[in-house]
C-alpha cells in the first residue's frame, strides 16, 4: 500500500519537499550539536531538561490519546468512529516517532541509547519508558496497517489482532502514566513530586490529542475526497471538553495545595511561571497565554451551540492545542526547575539551533504522518 504515498497533486508533493527541506536544515544544524555538545542549546547545569524533553513529553500524549478512539470503536462497537480510527492510530505512530527522535537528540551522544538495550536496569523508570514506547509504537503500526489492509480487501480484520487492540488501551494509558513518573519520582523538584501528576499527564493526553485529530480529519475533509463524518468529529469535540475540564481541575487542585499549605518550595515554581521570580519573568506571557486560549477554548467548547459550528471548534482546538502545547510542552518542564536546589533562579530559553533542530524532528513527524495519512485516505477513497 505505500506505493499510494508515491502519488499526489503539485500541493501533496510540495507539502513533502517543504518539509524535507526543514529537515536537511535540522540534519546539518544536528551534525553541529553532535561535535560541539549541548552547550549551543539554552539547557544549563540548573536546567538540564529544556525544549527536547518538554516536546517529548507532551507528545507522548498525543501518542496516548488514540486510545479515546480505540475504546469506543474495538470495544463498544461504537460504529462512528469506524472512519477516523485509523486517523488516531496512525496519528500516534507520527506522534511516538517524534518521542523517540526527541530523545535521541537530547542523548548528546546518542550512542549511549545503546546502553538502555545493551545494559537495561528494570528499577530505572527510563527503562520502562524505553520499553512502553517502542511496544506502543510497534502495537500502533501492525493494527493500523493490518487493519487498513483489511478494510482495502473489504474483508474483516484476522482475529489474531483482536488481542493486540485490547493490549493496546492499557498500553496507551502506561506510556504517559510511566512519562509522568518520570517527573513524580524525583522527590528534590517540589513542583513535579505530586499524586496528581499521572492525572494531570492523561486528562491532558485526552483533551490535546483528540483536539489535534479533530483539526487533521478537518484538513482532510478539505483537501481529499475523504469524509471522516461530520458525527465522529462532534463525539471527539464532547471527549475533548471533558477532558479539558479534568486537565483544568487537577491544575487548580496544584494550585491549591501549594498556596494554601503555604509551603515556599511548592509556590516558587507557580510564582516564577505565573509572575516572575526576583525579576526573572522569561515564560510569564508564555504562561498567561496559556491560560487564556484554555479559558476560551473552554467556553467555546462547552456550548452545544458553538461546538456544533466547526469553525467554531476548529478554532476552539487549535487555541487548545497550543494552550497545551505551552503548558505541558514548555512550562511544566522548566517550572521544576526554577528555582534550583539552592534556591537560586537560573532562566532557560530555547536557542537557535535548539529550535531548528525541535523544528526538524516535527518535520520528520509530519512527513511520517502525510505518508501515512496519504495511504489511508487513498485506500478509503478506493472503498467510496
Known amino acids: 500500500m505505500l ?21 536537511g536544515v535540522a540534519v546539518l544544524t544536528y551534525l553541529r550539536q553532535f561535535n560541539e555538545g549541548l552547550g549551543i542549546t539554552g ?30 470503536y474495538y470495544l463498544h462497537d461504537f460504529k462512528k468512529f469506524s472512519k477516523i480510527v485509523i ?78 487492540i485490547y493490549l493496546s488501551v492499557p498500553w496507551a494509558v502506561s506510556i504517559h502514566t510511566v512519562t509522568a513518573f518520570l517527573y513524580a519520582g524525583i522527590p528534590g523538584r517540589h513542583f513535579w513530586l505530586t499524586a496528581v501528576m499521572a492525572a494531570r499527564f492523561l486528562a491532558s493526553a485526552f483533551s490535546g490529542g483528540p483536539a489535534l485529530l479533530i483539526i487533521l480529519a478537518l484538513i482532510v475533509r478539505k483537501y481529499t475526497k475523504f469524509d471522516p463524518g461530520y458525527e465522529p468529529i462532534q463525539a471527539l469535540g464532547k471527549i475533548v471538553t471533558y477532558a479539558m475540564f479534568a486537565n483544568v481541575f487537577l491544575l487548580g487542585l496544584e494550585f491549591f495545595t501549594a498556596f494554601y499549605s503555604n509551603i515556599p518550595g511548592h509556590m516558587h515554581p507557580f510564582h516564577y511561571l505565573y509572575a516572575g521570580l526576583e525579576g526573572h519573568d522569561k515564560l510569564v506571557p508564555l504562561m498567561w497565554t496559556s491560560s487564556i486560549f484554555a479559558i476560551v477554548s473552554l467556553v467555546l467548547l462547552v456550548v452545544p451551540s458553538l461546538r456544533k459550528n466547526e469553525k467554531i471548534l476548529a478554532f476552539a482546538c487549535v487555541i487548545l492545542f497550543i494552550s ?23 532562566e532557560y530559553w530555547p536557542t537557535l539551533p535548539e529550535a531548528i533542530i525541535t523544528l526538524g524532528v516535527w518535520a520528520i513527524g509530519l512527513l511520517v504522518l502525510t505518508v501515512l495519512y496519504k495511504v489511508a485516505v487513498s485506500v478509503r477513497e478506493e472503498a467510496v
Open 324 to 346: 497545551l502545547w505551552i503548558d505541558k510542552g514548555f512550562g511544566l518542564v522548566i517550572g521544576g526547575f526554577v528555582p534550583n536546589m539552592f534556591e537560586g533562579v537560573t
Open 87 to 164: 486517523l488516531g492510530e496512525f496519528l500516534a505512530i507520527a506522534a511516538v516517532t517524534m518521542c523517540i527522535l526527541f530523545i535521541f537528540v537530547d542523548m548528546g551522544q546518542p550512542m549511549r541509547i545503546m546502553n538502555v538495550i545493551l545494559h537495561p536496569t528494570p528499577n530505572s523508570v527510563m527503562f520502562w519508558d524505553s520499553v512502553v514506547l517502542g511496544g506502543y509504537l510497534a502495537l500502533n503500526l501492525v493494527i493500523g496497517w493490518t487493519t487498513l489492509g483489511a478494510d482495502r480487501k473489504g474483508v474483516k480484520p484476522p482475529q489474531w489482532v483482536k488481542p493486540l
Open 3 to 23: 506505493d499510494k504515498a508515491l502519488t499526489g497533486s503539485r500541493r501533496y508533493w510540495t507539502w513533502i519537499f517543504v518539509l524535507l527541506a526543514v529537515i
Open 43 to 72: 539547557m544549563s547545569r540548573d536546567v538540564s531538561w529544556g525544549l527536547y524533553i518538554g516536546q517529548f513529553t507532551f507528545l507522548v500524549g498525543v501518542a496516548a490519546s488514540a486510545v479515546m478512539l480505540v475504546i469506543p
